[in-house]
C-alpha cells in the first residue's frame, strides 16, 4: 500500500505514524500529517539518514512497515504525541532531523524539571556567577557533555570580569547546571571545538560540574530577580566584587 483510500483518508483526521525497519523491528522515524502524509517518505529524492535507511532496507528485499501510532486526533493533540514519542524513543535513535514541536517546553521532563519550570525558587547568590543564557540551544533531553558543550562556548565577554566565576547555563529563567570554570580561553582554542571559530572575540572555558555543595544552591532555581526585559546579551554577571577570594572560601 502506498495511498490511503479516500473514505479512509476522510476518517482518519490526523494522525502520529513510524516507520519501522523490518529487518530488527526498530522503529526509525516518526512522524505526523493528515491523508497520504505517511507514504510520502517513500518517495523521496534527497539524501538523508532517513532516506538512507529506506533504500538500505530496499536492498535487502524489504520494505519499511508504516504504522499509525494514533489517528482520529485534532493538530495540536498530534504535535504533542509525535514530540512524546520522538522523546521516548530518542532522538539518536531514529532519523528524524529535529524533535517534535513544543517537546523543548513540554517533551520529555524530570519531575524535579517540570517543577522549576512552573514553580521554580527564586536564586540567591551568594558566589559570583556568570549566567548565560542559551534559549536556542537547549533541549531538556539533552546529554550532559551537550549542555556542557552549548554553554560553554563562544561568547562575547569580558575574560577578565568572568574568571573566578561559576558559569550557570540559563533556559526560561532557570538554572540549568552549574559549572566551576578552571579558565577561560579564546573561542576555537580547546579539545572539541579547535577550527570551529575565526574571530578572537569570542572566548569559551572548561571546568567541570560544581561540586554538590555549590551545585545544590542554585541547579533548577529562578533569575527572574537578574532577568532585563528587552535585553539581547545573553550574558549577565551577578554577585559583582572578588570572585576568586569568594570561591577560595568554599
Do not use: C
Not at 500529517?33 to 535507511?53: D, P, Q, V, Y
Not at 556568570?130 to 539533552?142: A, E, P, S, T
Request: hydrophobic share 35%; proline share 5%; glycine share 8%.
Amino acid at each position: 500500500m502506498n495511498t490511503f483510500p479516500p473514505a479512509v483518508r476522510k476518517e482518519l483526521g490526523f494522525y502520529v505514524y513510524v516507520y519501522v525497519d523490518p529487518r530488527d523491528e526498530e522503529v526509525f522515524y516518526v512522524g505526523k500529517g493528515t491523508g497520504n502524509r505517511a507514504f510520502t517518505h517513500l518517495l523521496e529524492g534527497r539524501s538523508s539518514a532517513k532516506t538512507k535507511r529506506i533504500r538500505a532496507i530496499r536492498r535487502d528485499g524489504s520494505e519499511p512497515r508504516i504504522e499509525l501510532l494514533a489517528h482520529g486526533l485534532d493538530e495540536e493533540t498530534a504535535f504533542k504525541l509525535e514530540a512524546a514519542a520522538i522523546d521516548l524513543l530518542g532522538r539518536r535513535n531514529l532519523t528524524n532531523l529535529v524533535s517534535g514541536l513544543g517537546s523543548r517546553i513540554g517533551g520529555r521532563m524530570t519531575t524535579t524539571q517540570v517543577a522549576a519550570l512552573y514553580a521554580p525558587k527564586r536564586a540567591l547568590f551568594t558566589d559570583p556567577a556568570v549566567l548565560i543564557r542559551i534559549n536556542q540551544l537547549f533541549r531538556y533531553d539533552m546529554t550532559a557533555i551537550e549542555l556542557y558543550d552549548a554553554t560553554r562556548t563562544a561568547w562575547r565577554l569580558n575574560p577578565a570580569a568572568a574568571d573566578g566565576r561559576l558559569a550557570m547555563p540559563v533556559f526560561d529563567r532557570v538554572i540549568q547546571e552549574v559549572y566551576e570554570v578552571a579558565a577561560w580561553h579564546p573561542a576555537g582554542s580547546t579539545f572539541n571545538t579547535r577550527g570551529r571559530f575565526r574571530t578572537r572575540q569570542r572566548f569559551e572555558f572548561v571546568g567541570q560540574i560544581a561540586r554538590s555543595t555549590i551545585r545544590d544552591r542554585y541547579l533548577y532555581k529562578s533569575v527572574d530577580d537578574h532577568h532585563l526585559p528587552g535585553n539581547q546579551n545573553p550574558i549577565r554577571y551577578v554577585n559583582p566584587g572578588s570572585p576568586k577570594r569568594s570561591l577560595r572560601r568554599r
